[in-house]
């Protein structure tokens, strides 16, 4: 086991600000059950899935656990297009298709429907952060009205996936809450509110 006493010792160094901030952080990483990371290997010619984890059929059901399915099939197709978008061509990126997993951990899908959409919204920002990146290398005014259209498109993109998970988690439900300031003789304001649901 790592000597941790060099890092304690410095954490009672620091300010108690600090030492909050860390353990607030230590506390979620706690409570958070991170998942097996993927592993990914090029086997003549095939992309290799696997997981990091002594048991690959508990690994397997935790991600089945991550992505919020109890379908082997539906996972296998899941694993497949997330480790593809870690990989281009023949170059192997572990850690964009593990941080695409993270960022479904993260949402914690209930089903297979927000599991495809937390997926989707993990693509969609390493997408965009891609096309900020082009956007600040431009050379010349096309290439950045180009780079400017496709990182406002994805934006866009990840703003409307939100909604849809709000909608699907609510029901698609709306609550409008109606403000009304009413002023009395002498001065008074009643500050009060009327919600409506939908009915009489």
């Not at 952060?129 to 290398?137: D, E, K, L, P």
């Not at 180009?146 to 703003?159: D, G, V």
């Not at 988690?169 to 609550?175: C, E, S, V, W």
């Amino acid at each position: 086991m790592k000597d941790i006493s060099k890092s304690l010792e410095a954490l009672k160094a620091i300010p108690q600000a600090q030492q909050d901030r860390i353990k607030t952080v230590a506390d979620k990483q706690v409570a958070r059950a991170d998942g097996p990371p993927m592993k990914l290997a090029m086997k003549d010619g095939v992309l290799q899935v696997n997981f990091t984890h002594a048991d690959p059929d508990l690994a397997h059901i935790l991600m089945m656990a991550d992505l919020g399915t109890c379908d082997a099939h539906f996972l296998a197709g899941i694993q497949s297009q997330v480790a593809t978008i870690g990989a281009n061509g023949r170059r192997l990126d572990e850690t964009a298709s593990n941080f695409i997993l993270s960022v479904a951990r993260g949402i914690q899908p209930r089903d297979e429907l927000e599991a495809m959409l937390a997926v989707q919204m993990g693509a969609i920002h390493q997408a965009t952060m891609m096309m900020a990146r082009r956007f600040n290398h431009v050379e010349n005014i096309p290439q950045q009205d180009s780079a400017e259209k496709a990182l406002n498109k994805l934006a866009r993109t990840f703003a409307t996936q939100m909604e849809a998970l709000k909608r699907y988690r609510t029901g698609g439900q709306q609550k409008v809450t109606v403000e009304h300031v009413t002023v009395n003789e002498g001065g008074q304001a009643i500050v009060g509110n009327v919600e409506k649901s939908g009915g009489r």
